[in-house]
């Protein structure tokens, strides 16, 4: 049985690096990723799951870092936006104009490249789906859509 | 930032779950059962619940798999939405499970923090109800198993410490043809406004709802009204609407009286859309 008591020394694999960092039982992903390990990529937007900038990929799946707790991550794989390393979805966003202030930028990013790699081939049902977890108050949804569109190969 | 300070906890078995619980309650602390953390951190952030530890289920193989194994499909309480959803095992559930929340979120969202949470539309329940799900309950004196009709009134009646481990349902009820519609104020991705899930079966039409009241239900007086063949749609409908039992819920998202339109609408579309499956 795992017991974590108090702030403690835990290890993440995060961007494919084992880290090290201090963290209380209470503290959150989003937390621990920008404080502890410098990766700002993940926004805190309204730390309440509504907004989706904060979202990273835990083992393939897109999961908002303010709605996990950094203790339960334990044994598993984190990437953010800053593991994506030239990523089809991030050129996408250049060429289709998927972004105006960029703050939302990121954890959309996070979404998209999880659909193309989950789901090469989703419908636009599928997409929409996926997409509506984020918002984004420039309102680029549609430039937003097309980036994603065009690395999916339907 | 979670305003206050907890133990963290992550046991192997169901045993040693069950009685670390009730080692810290009797000790005067309040511990929490923990499937994905959505409810318990965005809760805990805006100091509307409080614990001092919480026990996460995610370590225990019971609570985690999503399975046919004789004949029926065995979910972990500890299994996403979104797995469930994406296995296709169960597509009524599934297309619940989808209209929960949103899609990022059903990445963490438990069925069992669905069905044990305190947000009042529980709607993975409704499947279960009309598709006589039986549910798996380990507490003092094991594992038990119940039918969810026998033990959820209002919520799921558990004893303190006692752990929803996981759902069985027959293979039979998890390919029956059914109707899901989930109506919101507005948005797509809201509390339900009414969520009806209806099955056929040898056809008999069972009907659950959500939304329409402060918790969501199985009635045998709908069931009855709408599978009496002396009675036509419009009838039938009529009727439901007029149940004085029901105690429509009459608040921001909703009046009563919209409420009880739109469910008279719904009501009727869905036993149009299950008249026509044999």
Redesign the interface.
Known sequence: ??????ASIIELEVNGEKRKVVA?????LL?TLRTELNLTGAKPGC???DC?AC?VIVDG????S????T??MMGHKITTVEGLDNAPIQKAFVEKWGFQCGFCTSGFLM?CHALAEKHPHADEYVTE??L???LCRCTSYQEIKEAVRSILGT | MIPFKFKYYKPDTLQEAFELYSHIASQGKTPMYYGGGTEIITMSRANNIRMDAVIDLKGIPECCGIEMVGGRLIIGSAVTLSRISESGLFPLLGQTAARIADHTVQCRLTIGGNICGTIIYKETVLPLMVCESRVVIYGKGGKREVQINQVFDNKLRLQPGEILTGIMTDSCYCSLPYVHVKKTKSDKIAYPLLTVVAVKKDNNIKAAFSGLTDHPFRSREIEDCINDENLSDDDKVNRIIGFQQISVLDDTEGSSGYRRFVLKNTLKNTLRMLEKVK
């Open positions: 049985m795992i017991k974590i008591s108090e209380e039982p209470s503290d959150t937390h730390e309440n799951g989706g979202t799946w897109p999961v908002k303010c709605l996990v707790l203790v339960e979404v789906e996926w509506q977890s984020n």
